[in-house]
């Protein structure tokens, strides 16, 4: 089902009723009826109902009817209208060592807030947030009884509400990589790491922008949100202060994760480098002695000596005992 209509009109009773599309226009024409109507199609019938029922301006119907990544308000002559996102059911809080490459799963949602009618628009009809707000609007305090600025905010309540199982999510996964960063730094690590910073930086870009437009909507004098309505939406401000300050919480996290990533790879490396150098440090007399030795001369100290192959393999013994006892006595083999 891609549009379901939803309508109330105080002087035919005090119940809210679900209508077909082609009953719109008269609605429309009723002086106290309110409408809401969800659309989840970007298709040419839909396209047309906003076009001629609603006489939306071209562009703000190709907006509607396009994928958006940032959230954005703009005030017409007969609505105000939004880009706001929430999230997909596929953003349900993951198991933190599962392989998906992303975390966050966001849907744009357009709002056409007027003052009779409340317009939507997205691409998920099995959206929770969109269930949950249909099921009240039918039910007995149906917020559309006080109007389109209720229901719009009650979706956006509960879209908002959705942040809080992912910012737990998203808090298990950082820590869960920095505990690993510290037990088992290992080398798939950094590309877990850099693909939860994507998500964070995604999430929080889009969470600032739309902290700024729910700010204007609560403070503005917008003329399609009434005076009464503008608290609850400063509330869902107040909400979406706290996942900003998470989402910046978790990017330090995630930070301080890549930075001990690559400390400790570091010193992994220079735990090798330490190893090998010892073991160079130690095979130099050795190596000096069996050059010197090497050399192609008749007449050399030694050369025709009975026991100068043993004598040599002590010699070179000792220097290797000694450059290890050198080295131990410095404090050089220690951690």
Same mark, same amino acid.
């Given at each position: 089902m891609d549009i379901c209509v939803y309508a109330y009109d105080p002087n035919e009773g005090d119940e809210v009723v679900e209508i077909a599309a082609d009953e719109v226009r008269d609605w429309l024409a009723r002086d106290q009826a309110l409408l809401w109507v969800s659309l989840t199609e970007a298709s040419e019938a839909n396209t047309k109902l906003l076009s001629e029922e609603f006489k939306f301006h071209e562009l703000l119907i190709e907006d509607a009817m396009n994928s958006a990544t940032t959230p954005k308000m703009e005030v017409v002559e007969n609505c105000v209208y939004l880009i706001l996102h929430g999230l997909e059911p596929a953003a349900a809080p993951k198991n933190p060592k599962a392989k998906s490459k992303s975390h966050v799963a966001l849907v744009d949602v357009d709002f056409f807030v007027g003052d009779h009618f409340l317009v939507t628009h997205h691409r998920n009809s099995?959206?929770?947030?969109?269930?949950?707000?249909?099921?009240?609007?039918?039910?007995?305090?149906?917020?559309?009884?006080?109007?389109?600025?209720?229901?719009?905010?009650?979706?956006?309540?509960?879209?908002?509400d959705r942040f809080a199982p992912l910012m737990e999510s998203l808090v298990?996964?950082?820590?869960?990589?920095?505990?690993?960063?510290?037990?088992?730094?290992?080398?798939?690590?950094?590309s877990k790491i850099f693909s939860i910073k994507h998500d964070l930086q995604r999430l929080r870009r889009v969470s600032l922008h739309q902290q700024r437009i729910i700010r204007s909507i609560a403070?503005?004098?917008?003329?399609?949100?009434?005076?009464?309505?503008?608290?609850?939406?400063?509330?869902?401000?107040?909400?979406? $202060?706290?996942?900003?300050?998470? +989402?910046? *919480?978790?990017?330090? !996290?995630?930070?301080?994760? @890549?930075?001990?990533?690559?400390? /400790?790879?570091?010193?992994?490396?220079?735990? $090798?480098?330490?190893?090998?150098? +010892?073991? *160079?440090?130690?095979? !130099?007399?050795?190596?000096? @002695?069996?050059?010197?030795?090497? /050399?192609?001369?008749?007449?050399?100290?030694l050369i025709h000596w009975k026991y100068g192959f043993e004598g040599s393999i002590a010699l070179m013994l000792v220097s290797a005992l000694l450059s290890f006892w050198w080295m131990k006595k410095k404090g050089w083999l220690n951690a």
């Open positions: 099995s959206m929770p947030s969109l269930a949950s707000v249909r099921r009240e609007v039918l039910g007995e305090n149906s917020p559309l009884k006080k109007g389109p600025a209720y229901v719009a905010h009650r979706l956006i309540d509960v879209m908002v298990e996964v950082v820590v869960d990589i920095e505990g690993r960063v510290l037990d088992d730094p290992d080398p798939s690590l950094i403070r503005d004098d917008i003329r399609f949100i009434p005076y009464k309505v503008r608290p609850f939406f400063r509330d869902i401000e107040d909400h979406f $202060v706290q996942v900003v300050d998470l +989402i910046e *919480s978790y990017r330090e !996290l995630a930070q301080s994760s @890549l930075e001990a990533y690559l400390s /400790m790879q570091s010193h992994r490396l220079n735990e $090798v480098m330490k190893i090998l150098t +010892i073991i *160079s440090t130690i095979m !130099l007399p050795l190596t000096f @002695l069996t050059g010197l030795y090497g /050399m192609n001369f008749d007449e050399m100290p």
